[in-house]
């Protein structure tokens, strides 16, 4: 192990918590270890998934601003510009514009600025056609 956490509980949960993990024979440490593990598991996207879910958060903003007709040529060359040059500044492109419409921000969205291939397909979500699974 190389790193610790440290979490704030009260005093009884945790005399409770080590009183009965002692009952059934079992480490605190484990316990909280693979609870941290499974929660993880549970929650961590692929990165299919994320892409998947850019570019339905992008067909969705589409959809948003009018349909593909609406949607900006200058706005899109921008987007395309800064997935090329600076992820973060195509982030913060994209939040503004859900700010200016008054829209809300999808978590996924978060995303486009690690990888270039999510901010391409949020971008591909925007000019592209309805995803297949909805």
Do not use: C
Request: zero cysteines; glycine letters at 4%.
């Amino acid at each position: 192990m190389d790193a610790n956490l440290q979490i704030r509980i009260s005093k009884n949960l945790k005399e409770s918590f080590q009183q009965i993990a002692k009952e059934n024979n079992k480490d605190t440490s484990s316990l909280m270890r693979d609870w941290i593990s499974n929660y993880v598991a549970e929650h961590q996207k692929s990165d299919e998934d994320l892409a998947a879910e850019l570019y339905r958060a992008g067909y969705r903003l589409q959809q948003d601003l009018g349909g593909r007709e609406k949607v900006s040529k200058e706005f899109v060359k921008q987007l395309q510009e800064y997935a090329l040059t600076d992820q973060k500044e195509f982030t913060q492109l994209i939040l503004n514009t859900y700010l200016d419409h008054d829209l809300t921000i999808p978590s996924v969205v978060s995303k486009t600025y690690k990888v270039y291939a999510f901010s391409q397909m949020f971008l591909f979500g925007l000019i592209g056609d309805n995803p297949k699974n909805g």
